[in-house]
């Protein structure tokens, strides 16, 4: 009986929400469990990593990886943002023939700058071995690692997923491959294999995850009734064809700069300093991105959500939406800063080893820097949302320049400090830009 009430009460506190506080729940919690496990096993992973290899050669590790995801980040785009943007619409006219011609321009961007980000990655490996003080085998397992590339033709799948709203698979194919990577990692650290056995088992990890992807990709196309897409009249859709791949182009340019900034700090820290260095400010990174691992699938979620208000015009709701989720993910982030800077050091010490406590300043500053993050998290895809994405990418763009100079500037002269800190700048420069932004769009009331 006391289970039945506890059952009737939540379900009277549940559809006290709104429909769209309901639905952004109920997908939000789905990507959020998946996202929170895939977090973790992904921690477990570094830290099986670090504790096996020597510092200097889990840096070389880092480096490697880093690498091939950064050009993967710059030049693969991912065709999600355009596939649900321009879908929705079509979806909405149940105009099916547009949502092939849709299908079919995001599938030639996938497959198309997948190919060329693996040429240039497997071309400029031997260019910046020296930079990084890769070995000749290092440079052989670099090229191999850029199949990763390769196979990241997931856009449209991903896009697929979430105009159907099926956040909950995503998130359980993101625990597959850190799952898998995380048990490779432990018989890695059990049976103290080497530098080898680890970049080749992450690899394999990522291929299966990118792998069932695509085969989950082709059944939803077939279920959908999209087969045909490759043989469709490529006719324009809601906007002109041109303005799709200009959206395309520009949301993917905002993206791979975000994505690429995230990642491209350990690379520079590896040249300015060497592999430990940049071995020491992962360990710092992957412990202070932690921080955002429960907010993440707000933006996932919140994206077709604004695309869809803001189609409709319904001003008001998307602004009480954006204001409801900036300051929920305020407060959680800040909840979850002060449990991270209290639970620094011993986190550090009883995980990766006292090898690596120098990384514990710059754990706190990069956590620091990922709040803000969080804070903002819903800037970029409501103004995506409004058709501003050009603004975006001028805010993105300025405030990666600075950021650049920053961690150029302060790693040379703080070391791994002064690169912590460049990560604070940086989101406070784009937090600001983006704030101006928003507030003119609203002003105009443009849609």
């Given at each position: 009986?006391?289970?039945?009430?506890?059952?009737?009460?939540?379900?009277?506190?549940?559809?006290s929400?709104?429909?769209?506080?309901?639905?952004?729940?109920?997908n939000?919690?789905?990507?959020f469990s998946?996202n929170m496990?895939?977090?973790v096993l992904g921690?477990?992973?570094?830290?099986?990593a670090?504790?096996?290899?020597?510092?200097?050669l889990?840096?070389?590790l880092?480096l490697?990886?880093?690498?091939v995801?950064?050009?993967?980040?710059l030049?693969?785009f991912?065709?999600?943002?355009?596939?649900?943007r321009?879908?929705?619409a079509?979806?909405e006219r149940?105009?099916?023939?547009e949502?092939r011609?849709?299908?079919?321009?995001?599938?030639?961007?996938?497959v198309?700058?997948?190919?060329?980000g693996a040429?240039v990655?497997?071309?400029?490996a031997?260019?910046?071995?020296?930079?990084?003080?890769?070995?000749?085998?290092?440079?052989?397992?670099?090229?191999?690692?850029?199949l990763?590339?390769?196979?990241?033709i997931?856009?449209?799948?991903?896009?697929?997923?979430?105009?159907?709203?099926n956040?909950?698979?995503?998130?359980?194919?993101?625990?597959l491959a850190a799952?898998?990577?995380a048990?490779?990692?432990i018989?890695?650290?059990?049976?103290?294999?080497?530098?080898?056995?680890f970049?080749?088992?992450?690899?394999v990890?990522?291929?299966?995850?990118?792998?069932?992807l695509?085969?989950v990709?082709?059944?939803?196309?077939?279920?959908?009734?999209?087969a045909?897409?490759l043989?469709?009249?490529s006719?324009?859709?809601?906007?002109?064809?041109?303005?799709?791949l200009?959206?395309?182009f520009?949301?993917n340019?905002?993206?791979?700069?975000?994505?690429?900034?995230?990642?491209?700090?350990?690379?520079v820290?590896?040249?300015?300093?060497d592999?430990?260095?940049?071995?020491?400010?992962?360990?710092?990174k992957?412990?202070?991105?932690?921080?955002?691992?429960?907010?993440d699938p707000?933006?996932?979620?919140?994206?077709?959500?604004?695309?869809?208000?803001s189609?409709?015009?319904?001003d008001?709701?998307?602004?009480?939406l954006?204001?409801?989720?900036?300051?929920m993910?305020?407060?959680?982030?800040?909840?979850?800063l002060i449990?991270?800077?209290?639970?620094?050091?011993?986190?550090?010490?009883y995980?990766?080893?006292?090898?690596?406590l120098?990384?514990?300043?710059?754990?706190?500053?990069?956590?620091?820097?990922?709040?803000?993050?969080i804070?903002?998290?819903?800037f970029?895809?409501a103004?995506?949302?409004?058709?501003?994405?050009?603004?975006?990418?001028?805010?993105?763009?300025?405030a990666a320049?600075?950021?650049?100079?920053?961690?150029y500037?302060?790693?040379v002269?703080?070391g791994l400090v002064?690169?912590?800190?460049?990560?604070?700048?940086?989101?406070?420069v784009w937090?600001?830009?983006?704030?101006?932004?928003?507030?003119?769009?609203?002003v105009?009331?443009?849609?």
């Amino acid at each position: 009986m006391a289970t039945l009430a506890k059952d009737r009460i939540e379900r009277v506190k549940f559809s006290s929400f709104s429909p769209l506080a309901q639905a952004l729940i109920r997908n939000a919690a789905a990507v959020f469990s998946g996202n929170m496990i895939a977090g973790v096993l992904g921690l477990l992973s570094v830290v099986a990593a670090a504790r096996t290899l020597e510092p200097d050669l889990f840096g070389v590790l880092i480096l490697i990886v880093t690498y091939v995801t950064v050009v993967d980040r710059l030049l693969n785009f991912q065709s999600w943002t355009a596939l649900v943007r321009f879908g929705t619409a079509a979806r909405e006219r149940n105009d099916v023939e547009e949502l092939r011609t849709v299908v079919k321009l995001c599938f030639f961007a996938d497959v198309s700058t997948a190919a060329a980000g693996a040429l240039v990655a497997v071309g400029l490996a031997p260019l910046v071995a020296g930079q990084f003080g890769w070995s000749d085998s290092d440079i052989v397992l670099v090229q191999i690692y850029a199949l990763v590339i390769v196979t990241n033709i997931v856009g449209v799948t991903t896009g697929l997923l979430q105009l159907e709203r099926n956040f909950g698979l995503l998130a359980k194919l993101n625990v597959l491959a850190a799952a898998l990577k995380a048990i490779a990692s432990i018989i890695g650290f059990a049976a103290d294999f080497g530098f080898s056995y680890f970049v080749l088992s992450w690899l394999v990890a990522d291929l299966i995850k990118n792998g069932t992807l695509i085969w989950v990709g082709i059944r939803l196309i077939r279920r959908l009734n999209l087969a045909q897409f490759l043989r469709s009249s490529s006719r324009d859709v809601d906007g002109g064809r041109w303005r799709m791949l200009k959206f395309l182009f520009v949301t993917n340019l905002v993206t791979s700069l975000k994505m690429a900034i995230r990642e491209l700090d350990v690379l520079v820290v590896g040249a300015i300093l060497d592999p430990r260095g940049a071995g020491i400010y992962k360990v710092a990174k992957q412990f202070g991105s932690t921080l955002s691992r429960p907010i993440d699938p707000v933006n996932v979620v919140i994206y077709p959500e604004f695309a869809s208000l803001s189609a409709a015009g319904a001003d008001t709701r998307f602004w009480r939406l954006f204001l409801k989720i900036t300051l929920m993910t305020f407060l959680a982030a800040t909840l979850m800063l002060i449990v991270l800077y209290a639970a620094a050091v011993p986190l550090i010490t009883y995980t990766v080893g006292a090898d690596y406590l120098s990384a514990v300043p710059v754990f706190i500053l990069y956590a620091v820097g990922v709040h803000i993050a969080i804070s903002t998290i819903a800037f970029y895809p409501a103004l995506t949302a409004m058709g501003y994405e050009e603004r975006s990418l001028a805010a993105i763009a300025i405030a990666a320049a600075i950021y650049f100079a920053a961690l150029y500037l302060l790693t040379v002269q703080y070391g791994l400090v002064g690169a912590g800190a460049a990560h604070i700048v940086f989101y406070l420069v784009w937090g600001f830009m983006m704030s101006l932004s928003l507030r003119a769009a609203k002003v105009r009331g443009r849609r």
